[in-house]
DNA sequence: ACGGATGTTCGCGC
DNA sequence: CGCGCGAACATCCG
């Protein structure tokens, strides 16, 4: 489940269970995720390092370890950063493991292998983010700097605000969502937001990255669970169901390739080339 | 069994 | 150069 709340909630659960740990062992089975470096070089330089603290932005992990070694994430579309404990169920498709010095290990699992994990020095951890736009979380969004950036780009504002250049951390839910709590039609291109719609998918996107986090902090970053779980989203995965402001039936689309949920009436589309009826 | 899935990148055509 | 589209990556799930 990879998006800014996701890598979130991965940063904060290594940093308050792992920082100061000193990893004793280090297990790569050969995959493509761990790449740029050879196994025997990633053992060396993790073994006997102590993990410092975790930083991230965007969609982007950095862990940064003792001895100057840094090393970098992504999750791609199926990864997810695991905190295991002794006695728990070992997951399936791990591509990287460290074992630590109280017992306990990271895991970093990945089904589709979209994810990657590199090896860097501490200094060349801020570049691995370099050329991404602001972060919502640790910079916050600014309605000015964002309506800049957006009216920079003929795209649909949905494709926009994906565009990790733009904005760092917004994936197909995020977006989907915070344009249905902004009451901006998805498609509406990027170049014609008004200011006060600017506005609104700052505030929109704050507040749903906040409520992801929320939920996700109920359920814990464990292993298994979440196939259960009921869809917490508004209406991401929700077409067909009725809008839950106004009860309309939720519509969908693709945009840049990717399904998009909204609302006819409360996410009027521009030029009223979608009109309402009835 | 078929189709789609929270991401990124690349090539092609306009 | 911008932009849309489809494909590719590899696996799971309903």
């Not at 709340?5 to 062992?25: D, K, T, W």
């Not at 609302?263 to 009027?268: D, E, G, L, V």
Request: aromatic share 4%.
């Amino acid at each position: 489940m990879p998006e800014l709340p996701e890598v979130e909630m991965a940063r904060q659960v290594i940093e308050r269970r792992l920082a100061g740990r000193v990893v004793s062992r280090v297990r790569a089975p050969a995959s493509r995720v761990v790449r740029k470096v050879s196994r025997a070089r990633l053992r060396s330089r993790l073994r006997d390092a102590r993990l410092e603290h975790a930083r991230r932005h965007g969609k982007v992990l950095m862990l940064a370890f003792s001895g100057q070694v840094g090393v970098v994430s992504h999750l791609g579309m199926s990864g997810k950063w695991l905190a295991w404990s002794p006695g728990e169920a070992l997951p399936s498709h791990v591509r990287l493991a460290l074992e630590l010095d109280d017992g306990s290990r990271l895991f970093y699992r990945d089904p589709r292998m979209f994810g990657w994990v590199e090896l860097c020095t501490e200094d060349e951890l801020a570049g691995a983010v370099a050329g991404l736009g602001p972060d919502p979380l640790n910079d916050g969004l600014d309605p000015q700097d964002l309506h800049q950036r957006l009216r920079r780009t003929r795209r649909a504002v949905k494709v926009a605000l994906m565009d990790q250049k733009v904005v760092a951390g917004i994936g197909n839910i995020q977006a989907t969502e915070a344009l249905f709590r902004a009451r901006v039609h998805p498609a509406w291109p990027a170049l014609q937001l008004q200011h006060r719609q600017v506005a609104r998918i700052v505030e929109a996107v704050e507040i749903t990255i906040e409520r992801t986090l929320e939920d996700l902090k109920r359920r814990g970053l464990r292993y298994q669970s979440e196939k259960d779980a009921t869809n917490p989203f508004v209406v991401y995965g929700r077409a067909g169901e009725p809008c839950p402001e106004c009860g309309r039936r939720l519509r969908e689309m693709t945009l840049g390739g990717r399904t998009t949920v909204y609302c006819t009436r409360c996410q009027r589309s521009p030029r009223g080339s979608e009109r309402t009826r009835r």
